[in-house]
């Protein structure tokens, strides 16, 4: 059971990953002033809906992790692991309310003429969310590859 | 009907700053939040964290329920008088502080 969660979770990762780079490309192409509607609303749905499917994933993992990595071995042996996952978990957070927050304002903004300024601002939204999941999936496959080594 | 997109925007940037400062605080100020010990399979109410009980949830809860009521209550009084690039400085400075307080924490411990 929690092989298949660890696969569904590292699948929807890379997908949530995918689909927040798309979203933060075209928010900063859309603030260029070269219109993305139809883009913006599509990753408008898929990147939020991926983001929350990993959390989901991510969170009934999470006893597991505790138990059966962190207190079995993981703080003994790579204690600096440990304290990067922890990061990577912060990382996750953050970026669930950036991605979420910039597609619901991509949305909006992709339905009618939204000035310059915020369609900067949901730029800069998105591609922070993306440099995060970015940031969690590598600091993920890190603490991974330490615990199966 | 067209969701007005300033009005959305500033919500988000409301929700996304009270996510910000609901992550941040429980943790570091102690707060008591839902803790859930996995060995023992119970959920609890507490300031601190002993053995392989963990805050995650609990931090993130305050945190969802804070951004949340930010931006319904920004959707809802529709503020305007604070120009957007200011209001999304403020949010991604509050993000930028959460980062920061989180990587001194691992550089002090590695």
Known sequence: MNRALLVAHAVLGFTAVMAATHHAAHAVVAALGRPQARALRRFGWIAPASVVAQAIAGLLLYPSYRLHVRAAFLERTAPAAVQWFDLKEHLSALALALVIGAALAGRAAAEGDAPRQQRWSIAALSSTGAAFLWAAAVIGLYVTSRGAG | ?110
């Open chain 2, 1 to 110: 009907m067209t969701p007005d997109p300033e009005r959305t925007l500033r919500a988000a940037l409301a929700g996304i700053a009270a996510f910000a400062v609901g992550y941040l605080l429980p943790g570091t100020l102690q707060l008591p939040v839902l803790v859930y010990d996995p060995a023992a399979r119970a959920f609890s109410v507490a300031r601190v964290v002993q053995g392989v009980s963990m805050r995650y949830y609990g931090d993130l809860l305050v945190a969802c329920a804070a951004g949340i009521a930010a931006a319904a209550a920004a959707w809802a009084l529709r503020p305007r008088r604070t120009p957007i690039a200011v209001a999304a400085g403020a949010a991604l400075s509050l993000v930028a502080l959460d980062v920061a307080f989180y990587l001194s924490r691992l550089l002090a411990a590695v």
